[in-house]
């Protein structure tokens, strides 16, 4: 073979194996991106050519985690589409992790699988796209391009099998909204124990309640005169189930006509945690909600959705013949969390007011009652609603009088899981709005409940009167001219 073959013949490897490379390396980062259903989550994979050996985990909108997982440089990314509510669900009413993570392990082996065999299939596709083309190879030297397009994929693959450390994202890099994220892992530890202990213990709880209600004969001690109204006030729920129970018990011994949320009916703001709280729409009179900061836009849908559910977002609503206003908290209608700044949040707080008090100007009839979340706000239209009620403090509140009067419920979930993980008892706490046929706050009953000293107690106050202005005693006219 003379030097002249011997060129041409290399140049023609080189154009083969170059033109195989590229269209299998091209066809592994076009089509071999695909999605793949692991136990209720929907996942999407992909590999492609990088600098540094790295993993990328997407969690979309909230960002991304990058860790340092092989020595080759290539990038495993992977992006979580969609996250099934019923498989979750069932993961927080049973939160044993152990068998959560074996079953995740056991159907993500067959993607993998399913993955691997993808991207070597792309590879021989790809070489053998781009090779035929150009080359047009005989019959008999075809299966070249597919091997070359096969020993790529195992080229980008096999190194990256071989030297992969997934202990690497026990410190992965953080970007985004999720660079919170330590402290939100943190506190889902918390959360699905917190869950599981809530849940262990609730069926206990309901029991007390519902004995000593049957036992409570002073629940019914407080005529309602014709034409006076009951309100129930609840807040801060903070999916705690037996919170529903006592919200159900106190709206039907009472008669009431509404009940009135301040917000924080949720704990993150996911949507699949209503299913702790989904007899709601079951409740025996209207359910209305100012969503609270612990609340999200997700769970105003899923709330807007149910029957006799109004999710108060800055309109005047008819309630039981009462004009009601309100309007979520500003970290309700962020679709991601956001730790903003004491400026940030005074700013957002101010401007929620200006909102409230235009469309309380506007309004061509007076409005009976203001309900929101942050006390901040509520006590900026003391004096212009006869009822105000909020929440937020976890603290019962009654401030005024029966020309305006401000009642926070305190926390009628008893704080949620922080509660029950107290030191120290947060009891169960609601009220009962007494309004007389002017729609004046009369009377409140402060409802608490002590599940561990096994108390109930309600405490019946009359609002008192408006304090008339004093006159200033009459004082002699004194003349500052002197002759």
């Known amino acids: 073979m003379n030097a002249k073959a011997f060129v041409s013949k290399l140049l023609q490897l080189t154009l083969l194996v170059g033109s195989a490379l590229a269209g299998a390396v091209i066809f592994i980062w076009v089509f071999g991106p695909a999605q793949y259903q692991i136990d209720g989550l929907r996942v999407a994979a992909a590999v492609r050519p990088a600098k540094t050996g790295q993993t990328v985990v997407e969690l979309p909108p909230l960002g991304t985690l990058t860790a340092r997982t092989h020595a080759f440089p290539v990038e495993c990314r992977l992006t979580l589409l969609k996250v099934e509510e019923r498989t979750v669900t069932a993961t927080l009413q049973n939160p044993d992790l152990s068998l959560l993570w074996e079953k995740l392990r056991y159907d993500a082996g067959g993607a993998l699988k399913s993955f691997v065999l993808r991207q070597f299939a792309c590879g021989a596709l790809g070489a053998l796209f781009f090779t035929w083309p150009l080359l047009r190879l005989s019959l008999r030297r075809l299966w070249l391009p597919p091997l070359t397009g096969l020993l790529t994929a195992a080229a980008l693959l096999g190194p990256v099998y071989l030297t992969y450390q997934p202990e690497a994202f026990k410190h992965p890099a953080y970007s985004g909204i999720i660079e919170a994220a330590p402290r939100i892992l943190a506190l889902s530890e918390n959360l699905v124990s917190g869950f599981q202990e809530l849940n262990a213990r609730a069926p206990e709880l309901i029991a007390n309640l519902q004995e000593l209600f049957q036992r409570a004969d002073t629940l019914n001690n407080f005529s309602l005169q014709d034409g006076d109204t009951r309100l129930l006030l609840v807040s801060d729920i903070h999916n705690n189930p037996v919170a529903l129970v006592l919200t159900r018990e106190l709206a039907t011994r009472f008669a009431v006509s509404a009940i009135l949320d301040a917000g924080d009916l949720t704990d993150l703001g996911l949507p699949l945690e209503l299913n702790l709280v989904e007899g709601i729409g079951k409740l025996p009179v209207p359910y209305v909600l100012a969503p609270g900061n612990h609340d999200s836009p997700a769970v105003m849908e899923a709330l807007a959705a149910r029957p006799r559910v109004y ?77 105000i009620v909020c929440g937020h403090t976890h603290e019962p509140a009654v401030e005024g009088d029966t020309a305006s009067l401000l009642l926070n419920p305190g926390t009628t979930g008893a704080a949620g899981i922080r509660g029950l993980q107290s030191a120290t008892e947060v009891p169960y706490t609601a009220m009962i709005v007494h309004l007389n046929r002017q729609k004046q706050p009369v009377a409140v009953d402060i409802i608490t409940y002590g599940p561990r000293a096994g108390s109930f107690q309600v405490e019946h106050r009359l609002i008192p009167a408006p304090t008339p202005p004093r006159a200033l005693p009459h004082q002699p006219q004194v003349s500052l001219w002197h002759r």
């Not at 309700?332 to 730790?339: E, G, L």
């Not at 700013?347 to 901040?376: G, I, W, Y």
């Open 311 to 387: 999710v108060l977002r800055g309109q005047v609503v008819n309630i039981a013949g009462l004009k009601v206003l309100g309007a979520p908290d500003p970290s309700a209608c962020r679709p991601t969390p956001k730790v903003n700044s004491a400026a940030q949040e005074e700013a957002e707080l101010k401007a929620l007011t200006a909102q409230l008090a235009a469309t309380l100007k506007r309004s061509p009839t007076r409005v009976d009652v203001l309900v929101v979340h942050n006390p901040a706000v509520a006590r900026r239209f003391h004096g212009q609603v006869p009822l």
